[in-house]
């Protein structure tokens, strides 16, 4: 084997699609593998694979187990969960027959659901937007990238800078179009709002890196075949591209529905779940409970509750995709 | 010092060894296990404080004054930490329950009592009847202040600094609507109407993101009239006659305009930056208002006078924030001398204005404040009318009260009658049963 | 595949590609169309980063409580750089962020090439443990992986958040790297195998040395998560000596009163490493890489 060779499979692999788009145009590498040097080498595969399950296990364990023995207690945050006094599943039947849960879980849908398709669709539209040929392309991508670094501290409170009193820019943009008095964060709707909005914001970013990535993956013949077909450009984009990016967008989905739901910063530093419990999600609602209330029981057992949903939800969609693939 | 620059040391090399290495977890605690935590004599003991000034004059002379003790033979050193506010209980929550927690430590007002309910406090007795009784600072407290402290047990906590709930009023603003200064609820509410003819809102008040000001000045209306969030036995119990009467009031100003209705969700910068903008003539805040708004607004600003509630008394709520000491010290003769020399040389905190809540005993606020008429209005007319949160029941702070303050139900409580679209009695009973679950 | 979308920029494609995803086939041939495109997404850009230009000019304005004057000012960065541990903080911040990079990318390789090249039940189970863990929420591990740390002796340290960040960032980082290994066609492999060459051999020479992009994309998304996390390093470090730049930020933030100068000067100071990194790598970014490997199992 040669430079020469690597780099010709290179440049085939690179312009074949292995990488993000698309499943199966390369079938090749996992067909015939298993009675080849990997298949006797699976002390060096596991050698490979320990390293980051240790650490996965050795980070996670722990701090499930131990979370887990205080959802069945009713501690304080800095009691050990060999301390408090057990309630069984007592905290469980509290938490799901209290009126304040289900609001939470209500927002947190409201804001995963928009969070992750609002994020979606302007990051891939903006990912559509820069593949094409426009002056100062690169600046204009890594510009775009500036809400997802800046840290949250700041950006909230920029947000707020943006929208809080009546002098803030917003409102004063607001009141030139005849809306007075527009109070985005004291009305409990407009604060749902601007919370997810905010998320939008900040996510967007991200899936406009996996969208271009998956999107440049994408093989250019496809489109004049298309082309030659008559198909319109709106056709093109349902029929072939969306296609064609599908299982990058399941996994862009999936992602960003676990770092939604998961999202304590953004909505705690914005409203801290305000006004008057408008915007508090279920992960907000744990840390309430467990930190402020100190009933780390239940703040638990609202973020096990939680997890349990959000990981039967990615093992539907982690099918999907799975299924996508075999297609 | 020089075992912490050692630990950073440790583990820069540490990330060195690693870069490469799959057993990386192992390799750090070796590299690092020699800067681990407690247990050996002669190790200083820790000092944990709040940031409760000026962001850097306050912790630069709270450090110089912890670097300057010189234990007695025999007793550890002090090494100092300044906590930050962001998430502070779940900083104090998590170092206890690893049992790396600070050996003397001020906190929120009420961090104290959790964990003198956890049974982690050393009680303070000795240094307050022993060592202060003797040198003379026990006298020197003010007035009912150490009392606040006394839980069942003995005291679980010693006052350090102390925060209410009072307000200022815009000369300037006052002047040029031709409101006259109110002394009761009435009179305030008529200065009110006044401030609005000229379009200011006469009750400046904040209950956003991190503000908890809002909540707390509704608890200071309700203990103007009598009432207050505790009965005697410590128990919640919200829903009277008082506080229904109280937050009618509230609302009735909200419903008139006199609140900028968004106020449930300002921060206290949005509060401060309509101040400076003029929009609030009067505001329910801290002792420390002036140093938080631009100069000309400060130069305006008077604190009031306390009201007479429709009770025909005056009241309202104070915080007094506080220094404890745990029971896990290494060396609890050495957390007790190093309180000692702490309040005898913590003066320099106020004499030097470097923004810390009023002084806790008489002859710091005489030092400090002879040549400032507003504090020394404060102390002398709002301190002796001022109850703890365990109004009306008693006037001391203990565990429950950590489920009051800076928690959402209260916060939630607030932003509902800052929003104006509830009723008093309604907005109560929520606050009775969200109080009582927690 | 970051290559190809590099290649944009460069070597622009073809026109008919540009219409069928920019949906105004006739309008956007030619000069003008591009000027057009150009006006929309420079409007687009500046309302997506009006905040932030707010950050920026409030960095350089004089502080409210001190003076009444406005106008612009850097005494919010003299007072920083003069006054305060920002430049501790930053040299804390890269230190952590780049250990971070460094230890997640050594550790996710060498995994990532197992989930792309096996195909068992084993693999499959690892993939899924990847996923569950990843669901996991901090808020309630913060105290456990505390506790475990003062066991550990790692208070107070850098390792400490490095550590955490590392775990955080690994499952995403595992499939960002198998995804880019597919693309490495294991024929290039069984060859280097024919010729007697390992599995370690043929992993360290062909795949990581044709890895780059896939790598970089990995240290970036890790590096992101690191320097931007809020509360690990918030209850984490207490220590002065360890304050990496989040903590630092919450040092302006008193009792009775916030330091917005500084804060704002500050979060400028923080923006700057990662525009950095991003300017001159964004062109290997790829965070999209990790489609196809998790669809292989």
Not at chain 2, 51 to 66: H, L, M, N, R, S
Not at chain 2, 68 to 85: D, R
């Given at each position: 084997m040669t430079a020469t060779n690597a780099v010709e499979g290179l440049k085939r692999a690179r312009r074949g699609v292995g990488v993000a788009g698309r499943g199966p145009a390369t079938p090749s590498p996992r067909g015939r593998q298993g009675r080849t040097t990997l298949g006797r080498s699976w002390g060096t595969l596991t050698a490979f694979a320990l390293p980051s399950l240790i650490l996965l296990v050795l980070l996670n364990l722990f701090p499930v187990i131990y979370a887990f023995l205080q959802s069945l207690q009713n501690g304080t945050p800095s009691t050990l969960p060999w301390e408090a006094d057990f309630v069984g599943l007592q905290n469980y039947v509290t938490v799901l027959t209290s009126p304040q849960f289900w609001q939470a879980a209500e927002f947190t849908l409201v804001f995963t659901i928009v969070g992750v398709f609002g994020s979606w669709i302007v990051g891939l539209g903006l990912a559509l937007l820069l593949r094409t040929r426009i002056p100062a392309n690169t600046v204009f991508k890594v510009l775009l990238l500036l809400p997802w670094i800046v840290?949250?501290?700041?950006?909230?409170?920029?947000?707020?800078?943006?929208?809080?009193?009546?002098?803030?820019?917003?409102?004063?943009?607001?009141?030139?179009?005849?809306?007075?008095?527009?109070?985005?964060l004291g009305d409990p709707l407009l604060a749902q709002i601007l919370v997810c909005v905010f998320k939008v914001w900040i996510s967007f970013p991200f899936m406009m890196m996996m969208m271009s990535a998956a999107l440049a993956s994408v093989d250019t013949n496809v489109y004049e075949a298309a082309r030659v077909d008559g198909a319109n450009s709106w056709q093109t984009f349902t029929g072939i591209t969306l296609p064609m990016i599908s299982r990058s967008t399941y996994i862009a989905w999936i992602l960003m529905t676990i770092f939604c739901v998961n999202d304590f910063p953004t909505i705690f530093l914005l409203t801290q779940g305000g006004p008057v419990n408008a915007t508090t999600t279920l992960i907000v609602l744990a840390y309430q409970y467990a930190f402020q209330n100190l009933q780390t029981g239940i703040g638990t057992a609202i973020a096990f509750i939680m997890t349990a949903v959000l990981v039967l939800i990615s093992v539907v969609l982690y099918r999907q995709i799975k299924k996508v693939n075999i297609e | 010092m020089t075992s912490e620059s050692k630990v950073n040391g440790f583990t820069r090399r540490g990330f060195i060894?690693?870069?490469?290495?799959?057993?990386?977890?192992?390799?750090?605690?070796?590299?690092?296990?020699?800067?681990?935590?407690?247990?050996?004599?002669?190790?200083?003991?820790?000092?944990?404080?709040?940031?409760?000034?000026?962001?850097?004059?306050?912790?630069?002379?709270?450090?110089?004054?912890?670097?300057?003790?010189?234990?007695?033979?025999?007793?550890?050193?002090?090494?100092?930490?300044?906590?930050?506010?962001?998430?502070?209980?779940?900083?104090?929550?998590?170092?206890?329950?690893?049992?790396?927690?600070?050996?003397?430590?001020?906190?929120?007002?009420?961090?104290?009592?959790?964990?003198?309910?956890?049974?982690?406090?050393?009680?303070?007795?000795?240094?307050?009847?022993?060592?202060?009784?003797?040198?003379?600072?026990?006298?020197?407290?003010?007035?009912?202040?150490?009392?606040?402290?006394?839980?069942?047990?003995?005291?679980?906590?010693?006052?350090y600094n102390l925060d209410m709930r009072l307000y200022w009023y815009n000369k300037q603003l006052m002047d040029k609507a031709g409101a006259s200064l109110p002394t009761d609820w009435d009179s305030f509410e008529a200065a009110c109407k006044a401030l609005k003819k000229i379009g200011v809102f006469g009750y400046g008040t904040y209950s956003g993101a991190g503000a908890f000001t809002g909540g707390h000045t509704l608890v200071a209306h309700m203990i103007n009239n009598g009432g207050g969030l505790f009965d005697k036995d410590q128990n919640v119990n919200v829903v009277t006659d008082q506080n229904i009467q109280a937050m009618e009031w509230v609302l009735g100003l909200v419903k008139n305009g006199y609140v900028d209705p968004r106020s449930a969700t300002y921060t206290s910068a949005n509060a401060y930056s309509q101040m400076n903008a003029g929009a609030f003539g009067m505001i329910w805040d801290g002792a420390g208002t002036p140093a938080n708004v631009n100069a000309n607004v400060a130069s305006q600003l008077v604190v009031g006078d306390p009201l007479v509630g429709p009770s025909g008394q005056k009241g309202a709520l104070y915080f007094p924030n506080n220094i404890f000491m745990f029971k896990n010290s290494p060396s609890i003769a050495g957390s007790e001398a190093f309180l000692n020399y702490y309040y005898q040389n913590m003066k320099t905190l106020w004499t030097k204005k470097t923004g810390i809540g009023l002084p806790p005993l008489k002859s710091i606020a005489q030092a400090a404040y002879a040549d400032d008429p507003s504090a020394t209005k404060i102390i002398d007319t709002w301190q002796p009318i001022s109850k703890t949160w365990g109004a009306p029941g008693s006037n001391t702070v203990f565990y429950n009260v950590t489920k009051v303050d800076g928690t959402q139900p209260m916060i939630a409580f607030a932003q509902s009658i800052l929003g104006g679209n509830t009723t008093a009695k309604d907005a109560l009973t929520t606050l009775q049963k969200a109080l009582e679950s927690a | 595949m970051s290559q190809i979308l590099h290649a944009d920029s460069q070597a622009p494609v073809t026109l008919g590609r540009l219409d069928s995803k920019s949906g105004k086939a006739d309008i956007s041939t030619g000069q003008r169309g591009k000027w057009w495109r150009f006006l929309l997404i420079l409007v687009v850009t500046l309302l997506i980063i009006a905040p932030i230009i707010a950050v920026v000019v409030l960095s350089t304005q004089p502080s409210q409580s001190t003076s009444s004057a406005t106008g612009f000012t850097l005494a919010n960065y003299v007072f920083v750089f003069t006054q305060t541990d920002v430049l501790l903080w930053l040299q804390n911040s890269i230190i952590v962020a780049l250990a971070t990079v460094i230890v997640a990318v050594a550790v996710a390789a060498p995994a990532g090439y197992v989930l792309s090249r096996v195909r068992n039940r084993l693999v499959s189970g690892y993939s899924l443990i990847l996923f569950v863990i990843q669901s996991l929420p901090v808020v309630t591990a913060v105290i456990p992986l505390f506790i475990t740390f003062s066991v550990l002796g790692l208070t107070n340290t850098l390792a400490s958040v490095a550590i955490v960040y590392i775990g955080s960032t690994m499952s995403v980082a595992i499939w960002m790297m198998a995804a880019y290994i597919d693309s490495i066609p294991i024929s290039l492999e069984e060859a280097a195998w024919m010729d007697g060459a390992s599995v370690f051999g043929s992993f360290t020479r062909i795949v990581m040395r044709n890895s780059l992009p896939g790598i970089l994309s990995t240290a970036i998304f890790s590096f992101l998560l690191a320097w931007n996390d809020y509360l690990i390093a918030l209850i984490f470090l207490q220590d002065q000596s360890v304050y990496t730049l989040p903590k630092g930020l919450e040092t302006f933030f008193q009792q009775n009163a916030t330091d917005w100068g500084s804060v704002m000067a500050v979060a400028v100071v923080m923006m700057i490493p990662p525009v950095i990194v991003f300017a001159f790598l964004n062109k290997y970014f790829s965070v999209g890489g990790i489609g196809g490997s998790l669809a292989g199992r």
């Open positions: 840290p949250i501290v700041v950006s909230s409170t920029a947000w707020n800078w943006l929208v809080a009193t009546p002098q803030s820019p917003l409102p004063v943009l607001f009141s030139w179009f005849g809306l007075d008095n527009v109070n985005f | 060894g690693l870069a490469g290495a799959a057993a990386a977890s192992t390799l750090l605690a070796a590299c690092s296990a020699g800067g681990g935590s407690s247990s050996s004599g002669t190790k200083p003991i820790k000092f944990w404080n709040m940031p409760w000034g000026a962001p850097t004059a306050f912790p630069q002379e709270d450090k110089a004054i912890v670097a300057a003790y010189k234990p007695k033979s025999g007793l550890p050193a002090v090494s100092y930490q300044q906590i930050q506010w962001a998430n502070f209980t779940q900083t104090f929550t998590t170092a206890v329950a690893a049992n790396t927690n600070p050996s003397v430590s001020s906190g929120g007002g009420t961090t104290a009592f959790l964990f003198e309910k956890e049974g982690k406090i050393h009680y303070a007795d000795d240094v307050i009847n022993k060592v202060w009784a003797s040198n003379g600072i026990k006298d020197d407290f003010l007035p009912g202040l150490l009392d606040t402290m006394k839980t069942k047990n003995g005291y679980a906590a010693v006052p | -």
